[in-house]
């Protein structure tokens, strides 16, 4: 089953108007420009008029004609000055210690030109913009800025043996694995699986992966799996509007938090598969969290989806509830206080 819709027209809008602001800022920071050179360099007034008049100098000898040879000189004689005038310019710039193109039209995207279209199609940038804003729609919604890497705190887990390994040493390990992810997240990428009972920081280091990887610039999107599924369902069947499938096949990254917290329908099934599959084909990275193990996953979705969870990176998370051991400890602070 394919599921894809189109981004919603608001988004197509705003990327517009981001666009036109884009072009904007670029026109002013180059008046700005001129207007330093100009009260620096009395002479560039002078040499930009020459520059200004040349279209009106070749059309003046168009309307006053006269025969071939002198006509053609005049239009040499033009195009010169012109390029006299343009020479001397890059000199000024140059002895001055600016870039020679300090003084030329800049562009956000050079391929369109911040139109937004290349040749007979949207350009790339302008595509971004819409993904991009269509994923902050999404992670508006979301808690991706209560969390970080700083506030993981490994001292939390228990120094203790099990499943024969150190309770402590794994989680520093799952730590340290994630924030190297983040750090030096990269397309095309691999996925990342975090298994693990409820409460043992899945959610927490996820938001912190999302959150780094949006501030080095890149598209994540962060949402529950119950909600964003029934987000789609709601779409797909036309009771809600909304373009959240395309946005979740198109992020950079993409982190599901508890998978298999959702209800269970054939819908859902076919709906994850498409979406993991699609996006592993494409090279985007999903981080998928879950406290259910490898064999309950297969048991849930079968072995299409379990096969792309064996591809990802997996993590197991050990420990008790840290939500309680944090609870606790704040109850017995203010107890002492209290006293």
Not at 50 to 79: C, W
């Amino acid at each position: 089953m394919v599921i894809r819709m189109a981004f919603d027209v608001k988004y197509h809008i705003l990327a517009e108007s981001e666009l036109k602001q884009r072009k904007q800022s670029n026109a002013k920071q180059l008046r700005l420009r001129r207007s330093e050179i100009e009260r620096r360099f009395p002479e560039f007034a002078k040499l930009r008029a020459v520059m200004a008049s040349t279209g009106a100098k070749i059309v003046a000898i168009a309307l006053k004609g006269g025969d071939a040879e002198s006509v053609e000189t005049k239009l040499r004689e033009i195009q010169q000055e012109n390029a006299n005038a343009a020479t001397r310019i890059k000199e000024l710039l140059v002895k001055a210690k600016y870039p020679a193109d300090y003084l030329n039209t800049f562009y956000s995207c050079k391929t369109c030109r911040d139109t937004g279209v290349a040749g007979y199609s949207r350009c790339d940038c302008y595509k971004n913009i819409v993904k991009r804003l269509a994923a902050e729609g999404i992670n508006s919604k979301s808690p991706l800025t209560l969390t970080g890497f700083e506030s993981f705190d490994v001292e939390l887990y228990p120094n203790v043996e099990e499943d024969e390994c150190n309770v402590r040493e794994i989680m520093r390990d799952n730590f340290n694995y994630c924030k190297d992810y983040a750090d030096e997240f990269r397309l095309p990428n691999a996925g990342l699986l975090l298994s693990g009972k409820t409460g043992l920081g899945k959610t927490h280091l996820s938001l912190a992966i999302a959150g780094r990887v949006l501030s080095n610039g890149f598209n994540a999107v962060y949402g529950s799996a119950p909600d964003l599924f029934r987000r789609i369902e709601g779409e797909h069947f036309g009771r809600e509007k909304g373009n959240t499938m395309d946005s979740l096949q198109s992020a950079e990254l993409l982190v599901l938090d508890d998978i298999g917290a959702e209800f269970e329908s054939g819908f859902y099934t076919s709906m994850f598969y498409n979406l993991i599959n699609s996006r592993m084909n494409s090279g985007n990275p999903t981080v998928i969290n879950t406290n259910m193990t490898m064999g309950e996953l297969r048991q849930r979705y079968g072995d299409r989806i379990t096969s792309r969870f064996l591809t990802m990176k997996i993590l197991k998370f050990y420990g008790n509830d840290i939500r309680q051991i944090k609870r606790g400890s704040a109850q017995s602070q203010t107890r002492d206080k209290l006293k």
